[in-house]
């Protein structure tokens, strides 16, 4: 091997650093999810651990907790939230980027208010609606709030703008109606935006606790959060192994999807201009 | 009936006016080029012929129907772009399927899967894919069909968006600028092509350009157009031997024709030795004498002509471009010269240039051509002086 320059090695070290640091929690729980009792709560802080309680654990979670309930939840949440965000914005981010009309900056100006109320204030009124309508512990009230992302609104605008004028010109003269243009025309286009998009969405709502917490009392409709909530507040007590053992299988879909698509990803998002 | 008339067109953006009143009849299978520099609001006025902009006042007409309330994609005129705007989802095949799938299969019929089972709709997807494989083969890019437009070179593409165009018979073919992105060689040999197709399809076309060759080279008529006004429609030949305007003989003409000082005064313009009597009554004062470079010669010995001085001398092969100044004025006078006739002349020094009267034009203050009377007897070599 080559001897690397003093300023890469230096670099090379401080990502590293800064690397270990961000993943330690994960490192820690992955450990974790491998050691007995005994060995969590030794005055000793080790990585590896004494003996090896993978099996033990990750039964433990699959047994007490309703795992393929919670994950197929996940599964629904995100997936409804997703498809009806971006079924919403596209056409939304299409008018306001390619067509004219009177009330276009208006609009801008809406979303860019959107973007800056977040769903706590919100919370409330919401709540007391889905009490009223008697929503409350369904899909329904887990996915309506957030169909209308003014935040993927704001992201699709920036990437269609850059898409030429004449392409849409030539879709009219070709005949297409405007919703043609978006379906045939846009959506084939507008990939790297939308798999960028599909992360931020995708993470944000997998992982969220405050929404579900507020709107779902019921283990039948626990998200993935959630429903480690329930099992460390009712079952695992301190049985800190297996629950994170469960942490882990909840994660590991988002860890696994990213992995596959990492590179799709990355496209995506320098497409996009934005840096997540 | 003309295939396509505009009437008194007017468009302005925020206060400044592109369009100024433009009106333009297109005949039955003509092609006419509409030219001038960027900016004068040719690809306006394209646009609002298509239906993807609106005039704020006028008409259009085509084949005699009123348009103005008709979408784009109903008034049948199809268009190539300068940037071709192919879809780059789709392979050239597809992309020039899709005018066709558009126009004659229904809606229900376009539907992913659900439309695959619909009655009838094979029967239209085989005549669309023979339809497309025709038009590939005339335009010789049957080989290209199952690339992405990423895949092809720009020839390529101008091509696949002249089939996509040309492919439901419009009844009117509009071109803003295709041959822009091309290189020159490809440029020249694209124009040639451009006409044989016309020839062949008879379909009436407006060619958009800047590029006053492509213009003189290739239309029946010429429109050109210079801040939002038409100022002469007329044939090619017509266009630079006889301008209507003083911004027309500025603009047609490479190098630019020469645009001298002269005084109007009792019907007579004089200008250094040249006297044109004026067929039509002006008052007294400046006017503009035009003449090509072309009509100028220089004479080396100084003797004759006026008295001026060689600033600079280009060779272009075939002829020599002289930029001389009149030592009497100061104004720069531009000849186009064989080489044999340059072959003693070198930058700096004096020689005499010789105008000829009878190829020169006048324009009045406001621009306009005025008509002269020639003052010297018609010969057939022209006469110097």
């Known amino acids: 091997m080559t001897s690397l320059p003093a300023g890469r090695i230096i670099r090379f070290a401080l990502l590293s650093l800064g690397a270990l640091m961000i993943l330690a929690p994960y490192i820690f729980m992955i450990s974790t999810a491998g050691k007995t009792q005994s060995d969590i709560f030794t005055s000793s802080l080790s990585l590896i651990p004494e003996h090896f309680y993978f099996a033990e654990n990750f039964a433990k979670a699959l047994a007490k907790v309703p795992m393929a309930t919670l994950l197929w939840n996940g599964v629904i949440v995100c997936g409804l939230i997703f498809f009806f965000q971006v079924l919403v914005a596209i056409p939304c981010a299409y008018a306001m980027a390619k067509l004219k009309f009177r009330a276009a900056r208006l609009m801008m100006v809406l979303v860019m208010l959107g973007l800056l109320v977040p769903i706590h204030a919100t919370a409330l009124p919401l709540y007391v609606a889905f009490d009223r309508m008697s929503l409350l512990n369904s899909y329904t009230s887990l996915v309506a709030p957030f169909t209308i992302s003014v935040f993927a609104i704001f992201m699709f605008l920036q990437f269609f703008r850059a898409m030429p004028d004449d392409l849409i010109h030539a879709a009219r003269l070709d005949g297409m109606s405007e919703l043609g243009i978006v379906a045939r025309v846009i959506v084939p286009n507008a990939w790297p935006a939308v798999t960028a998009f599909a992360i931020f969405s995708v993470v944000a709502h997998w992982n969220d606790l405050y929404w579900p917490l507020i709107v779902v009392s019921k283990q039948a409709y626990a998200t993935p959060p959630l429903g480690l909530m329930y099992f460390r507040a009712a079952e695992a007590g301190d049985d800190y192994g297996a629950l994170m053992a469960a942490t882990m299988i909840i994660t590991l879909p988002l860890v696994v999807a990213f992995l596959f698509a990492q590179k799709r990803f990355v496209e995506g998002i320098t497409m996009t201009g934005l840096k997540g | ?385």
């Open chain 2, 1 to 385: 009936m003309s295939a396509l008339s505009l009437c008194d067109l007017k468009k302005s953006f925020g206060g400044n006016a592109i369009l100024n009143g433009v009106s333009l009849d297109v005949e039955a299978g003509e092609f006419i080029a509409l030219v001038g520099p960027s900016g004068c609001g040719k690809s306006t006025l394209l646009r609002i012929l298509a239906g993807l902009d609106h005039a704020d006042s006028g008409e259009i007409f085509v084949g005699g129907r009123d348009m103005s309330a008709v979408a784009a994609a109903d008034r049948n005129v199809a268009m190539v772009f300068q940037s071709y705007a192919l879809y780059p989802h789709l392979t050239a095949g597809q992309n020039i399927a899709v005018p066709l799938a558009m126009k004659r299969l229904s809606r229900t019929q376009r539907l992913p899967l659900v439309g695959s089972f619909l009655p009838g709709q094979k029967e239209i997807r085989a005549g669309i894919s023979r339809d497309v494989r025709e038009m590939a083969t005339v335009l010789k890019i049957d080989h290209l069909l199952d690339r992405k437009p990423g895949q092809m070179s720009g020839g390529q593409r101008q091509r696949v968006a002249l089939a996509r165009a040309m492919v439901r018979h419009p009844s009117i073919f509009l071109m803003d600028e295709p041959l822009s992105n091309l290189d020159a060689n490809l440029r020249v040999h694209a124009r040639g092509e451009i006409v044989e197709l016309h020839r062949r399809a008879g379909v009436p076309t407006l060619y958009v350009t800047h590029d006053q060759a492509e213009a003189l080279s290739m239309a029946d008529r010429v429109a050109v157009m210079i801040g939002g006004n038409l100022l002469q429609l007329a044939a090619p030949e017509a266009i630079y031997n006889d301008p209507a305007h003083i911004e027309v003989a500025r603009f047609v003409g490479q190098p630019r024709i020469n645009i001298l000082p002269a005084l109007a005064d009792a019907g007579r313009v004089d200008f250094q030795g040249i006297r044109l009597a004026l067929l039509e009554k002006v008052a007294n004062g400046p006017v503009s004498l035009g003449i090509r470079p072309e009509f100028v010669k220089l004479s080396p010995s100084g003797r004759s002509g006026l008295a001026g001085r060689i600033e600079r001398l280009e060779f272009l092969g075939s002829e020599v471009i002289a930029h001389c100044r009149l030592d009497a004025s100061g104004d720069t006078v531009i000849a186009k010269l064989a080489p044999h006739e340059a072959r003693d002349l070198i930058t700096g020094m004096p020689v005499g240039i010789l105008l000829s009267p009878e190829q020169a034009m006048v324009f009045g203050p406001e621009g306009r051509r005025l008509r002269t009377a020639s003052a010297a007897p018609a010969r057939q070599e022209p006469a110097y002086v």
